[in-house]
Structures are given as C-alpha cells and as structure tokens.
C-alpha cells in the first residue's frame, strides 16, 4: 500500500518520509530517499525489525521516531502528527539505558514523571510494570551493575518505556550484551509483552535469528546513502513458542533473510 492509501487517522502509524541526513551542510548525504511505514494491525500492534550493517543508520532511524533527532529534510510522523516533545517515545538501548544512582521503581516511575501523574499512582504503575517484567523483590535495589544482573537491567529499561508509552517500544540492539539463556528469556518476555499490549515495537538486531523469531515484518537498510532497499514479511503464527526455531519454514526464512542482507550489501 502506498503511504497516500493510508487513513493516518488510526492510531499507531509511524512514517518516515522522503527522509534526508546530511551532516556537512548539504555537500554529502548519508540518508537519501528514506521512506518507512509501519502500521499496527488492528488487535495485533506490529513487530517490526530493523537490520542493515553497522553504519547504515539503525540507531539514527530510531532516533527520529525518538523525536531525539530531526532529520536534514523529510518527515516523521507518528498517527500523522510531526513527532515532538508532546508525543515523545523513549527508547531501550544496549546498555546504560538506566540511571544507575536510582532504585529500580524511580527508574521505571520516571516514565510518568513528567505527565503530571501523583507520585503515590506514578509508584503504583510502576510496580504493576515491575511484576509483569519479572522484577518483583528488586524494587529499592539501585538500576546498576552487579546488585542486578544485565537481563535485570535490561527488564528495568523495558518497564520504564512501556510505562511512559505502552504502544511504541523502541529498542537499539537491547540483547546484544546479554548472555544466550538471558537473550532467550528476555526474547520470550518481549513476545509476552507484544501480546498483552498489542504494542508497535521497532527492534534493530545483528541477529538473523532473532529477527526472524521475534519479528512480523523485517525491513532492511541499505547504507551509503542509505534507504529501505528490501521488506519481508515473516510467515509463522503469531504465538511463538521457541519450538517454532526447529520448524523447516522457521530455517528457511533466515535463509531467505540472510540472501536478502547479502544482496543488500552489495547494492551500489
Ligand atoms: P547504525 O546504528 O546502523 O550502526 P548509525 O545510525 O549509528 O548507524 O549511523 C549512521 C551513519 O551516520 C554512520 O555512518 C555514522 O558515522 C553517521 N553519523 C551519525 N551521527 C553523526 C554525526 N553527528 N556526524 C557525522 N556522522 C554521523
Ligand atoms: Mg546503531
């Protein structure tokens, strides 16, 4: 569907359009012709990955949708609206995504600090978010390395972002650091979470097999100048158990999305 089809009146659609970035004032473009649509599906919300080679502008896509950065010309829009400070969405990185000098229910209540929400109801959300994340009994530890482990931290990132905004979750490599039984873990949580929110997550992984497992429709970026080059769609049920990894069409779509970054990165 083209972006002039879409009724931008229902909720959860975020666009990029005819995206630009340049940093030296115009001499040379690193972003050029940039398009992105990501629309929910009606009870579903969208899952949707982000892949490319390093340097190829993953993080700065986020960033717009962030509202942390301007594009050099082009539009972000979030439900047809420019994103601003107003609708602002806040972001999971791989690491240092919390403050370490705060216990965990000041980090993740910092999601409503600035929404004029009491500070007896901001605590009390915040604490629903904890348990569902798998924190509770860690509350009034501080967000830092080692009194809580990096999955932990990772779990305290993701309550704070669902808190401040439950239908955008943007996150840039968020598992990266994290060791294989925790990726695995925090993997599953994402998908629980997907499914009980029914949230638009924008997720940017290295991982072939994580985007297939994890995503609904991967979108790759080609650098230099960089642009959306290819789009696939990922054709497993919605419910996914992490036995779906054994399932033939399960290999042969990392298959498929290997061939596609492969051909990607030779594009000129
Ligand atoms: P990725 O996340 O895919 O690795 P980034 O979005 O971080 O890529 O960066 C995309 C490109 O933009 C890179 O080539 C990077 O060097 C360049 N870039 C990012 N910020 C700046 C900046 N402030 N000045 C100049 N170049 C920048
Ligand atoms: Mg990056």
């Not at 115009?26 to 992105?36: A, E, M, Q, R, V």
């Not at 033939?248 to 498929?256: D, I, N, T």
């Given at each position: 569907m083209s972006i002039e089809q879409v009724d931008t009146s229902r909720h959860n659609i975020i666009e990029l359009r005819n995206i630009e970035q340049s940093y030296d004032g115009?001499?040379?473009?690193?972003?050029?012709?940039?398009?992105?649509l990501i629309e929910d599906k009606p009870e579903q919300g969208q899952f949707a990955v982000i892949m490319g080679m390093s340097g190829s502008g993953k993080s700065t896509v986020l960033r717009y949708i962030a509202g942390l950065q301007k594009p050099t010309n082009g539009e972000v829009l979030i439900n047809g609206k420019p994103v601003d400070a107003e609708n602002r969405v806040s972001m999971v990185f791989q690491q240092y995504s919390s403050l370490p000098w705060m216990?965990?229910?000041?980090?993740?209540?910092?999601?409503?600090?600035?929404?004029?929400?009491?500070?007896?109801?901001?605590?009390?959300?915040?604490?629903?978010?904890?348990?569902?994340?798998?924190?509770?009994?860690?509350?009034?530890?501080?967000?830092?390395y080692?009194?809580?482990?990096?999955?932990?931290?990772?779990?305290?990132?993701?309550?704070?972002?669902?808190?401040?905004?439950?239908?955008?979750?943007l996150m840039d490599e968020p598992f990266g650091a994290l060791d294989i039984r925790t990726r695995l873990q925090m993997q599953e949580l994402l998908c629980d979470i997907w499914r009980k929110f029914h949230s638009t997550i924008i997720f940017v992984t290295h991982d072939v097999r994580e985007a297939v497992f994890l995503g609904d429709d991967l979108y790759i970026l080609?650098?230099?100048?960089?642009?959306?080059?290819?789009?696939?769609?990922?054709?497993?049920?919605?419910?996914?158990?992490?036995?779906?990894?054994?399932?033939?069409?399960?290999?042969?779509?990392?298959?498929?999305?290997?061939?596609?970054?492969?051909?990607?990165a030779d594009l000129k």
């Open positions: 115009g001499k040379s473009y690193i972003i050029k012709g940039l398009d992105l216990t965990v229910l000041d980090n993740v209540a910092l999601g409503l600090r600035f929404k004029g929400v009491s500070q007896v109801e901001r605590n009390e959300k915040a604490m629903e978010l904890i348990e569902m994340v798998g924190l509770e009994g860690h509350e009034y530890k501080y967000a830092q080692p009194s809580l482990s990096g999955g932990q931290l990772q779990r305290v990132a993701i309550a704070r972002s669902l808190l401040a905004n439950p239908n955008i979750l080609k650098s230099a100048p960089s642009y959306f080059a290819e789009h696939i769609h990922i054709d497993l049920p919605l419910n996914r158990q992490r036995s779906i990894k054994r399932d033939p069409r399960y290999e042969s779509l990392v298959r498929e999305v290997e061939d596609s970054m492969l051909r990607v």
